[in-house]
């Protein structure tokens, strides 16, 4: 006997349902409604776009050599559980929701976009033990709703010690020629993509190694959350 299509739309609102991956609670998207309430977004139209103009983030990032920051909030819940979920309990998942957040709050109301995304590379090592690099997992979500390619310009070569409690000068020194081009540029704008900024040491070393190959090259560094906030 024939389901009534009414019952069959039902069955099929229920298997499209999922659970939010912060609260768990039953949701058509990976983040419910009410955990979507807990974000606390950069008002980014007010910094046109660009974090470097807001001074109170711009003091702690030294010198950079990027020329635009886009980030969606501070490292902060919910933002900093999703990113450390993805990072070390390989929760791959969360790289849809961060992407897709990203693409909705700072990608898509601003133009120019860049030509490429260019996805922060780990050391070999580091990926061996993680067998992912969540910046690249983020950055193929985020293909896929922009349409801009995703290339793998630069190799990480030098093995760095952990960031997470070195001072700006330690992390810049860490950083001090990590990375190599690999392959050849033949675009004028690029988008370096990270999960976190904190000093941007890192993006400004990736960023000093495609300046000298490209002088010209316009960089964007995009990041998911900047952390901490500078007082």
């Given at each position: 006997?024939?389901?009534?299509?009414?019952?069959?739309?039902?069955?099929?609102?229920?298997?499209?349902?999922?659970?939010?991956?912060?609260?768990?609670?039953?949701?058509?998207?990976?983040?419910?409604?009410?955990?979507?309430?807990?974000?606390?977004?950069?008002?980014?139209?007010?910094?046109?776009?660009?974090?470097?103009?807001?001074?109170k983030?711009?003091?702690?990032?030294?010198?950079?050599?990027?020329?635009?920051?886009?980030?969606?909030?501070?490292?902060?819940?919910?933002?900093?559980?999703l990113?450390?979920?993805?990072?070390?309990?390989?929760?791959?998942?969360?790289?849809?929701?961060?992407?897709?957040?990203?693409?909705?709050?700072?990608?898509?109301?601003?133009?120019?976009?860049?030509?490429?995304?260019?996805?922060?590379?780990?050391?070999?090592?580091?990926?061996?033990?993680?067998?992912?690099?969540?910046?690249?997992?983020i950055?193929?979500?985020?293909?896929?709703?922009?349409?801009?390619?995703?290339?793998?310009?630069?190799?990480?070569?030098?093995?760095?010690?952990?960031?997470?409690?070195?001072?700006?000068?330690?992390?810049?020194?860490?950083?001090?020629?990590?990375?190599?081009?690999?392959?050849?540029?033949?675009?004028a704008?690029?988008?370096?993509?990270?999960?976190?900024?904190?000093?941007?040491?890192?993006?400004?070393?990736?960023?000093?190694?495609?300046l000298?190959?490209?002088?010209?090259?316009?960089?964007?560094?995009?990041?998911?959350?900047v952390?901490?906030?500078?007082?």
């Open positions: 006997m024939d389901m009534p299509f009414s019952l069959l739309k039902r069955l099929g609102a229920g298997l499209s349902r999922q659970s939010c991956l912060l609260c768990y609670q039953s949701s058509h998207d990976l983040l419910c409604p009410w955990c979507c309430q807990d974000l606390a977004l950069f008002n980014l139209s007010a910094c046109h776009y660009n974090l470097l103009q807001w001074p983030i711009r003091q702690g990032l030294g010198e950079p050599v990027y020329h635009k920051l886009l980030a969606c909030g501070e490292y902060q819940w919910p933002l900093d559980t990113i450390k979920g993805l990072k070390f309990s390989r929760k791959t998942r969360n790289a849809k929701a961060v992407a897709d957040l990203f693409y909705t709050h700072a990608l898509r109301p601003q133009q120019p976009w860049p030509d490429v995304i260019i996805p922060v590379p780990l050391h070999r090592s580091r990926y061996q033990s993680r067998s992912y690099n969540q910046a690249m997992e950055a193929k979500h985020l293909a896929r709703r922009s349409g801009l390619p995703v290339i793998e310009a630069c190799r990480r070569d030098k093995r760095t010690s952990a960031q997470t409690q070195l001072s700006g000068a330690q992390r810049r020194r860490n950083l001090k020629q990590a990375f190599t081009l690999v392959q050849p540029l033949r675009v704008r690029v988008a370096i993509l990270d999960d976190i900024l904190t000093t941007g040491s890192t993006v400004n070393s990736l960023s000093e190694t495609l000298q190959h490209y002088p010209d090259l316009y960089i964007e560094a995009w990041c998911i959350a952390s901490p906030l500078h007082q």
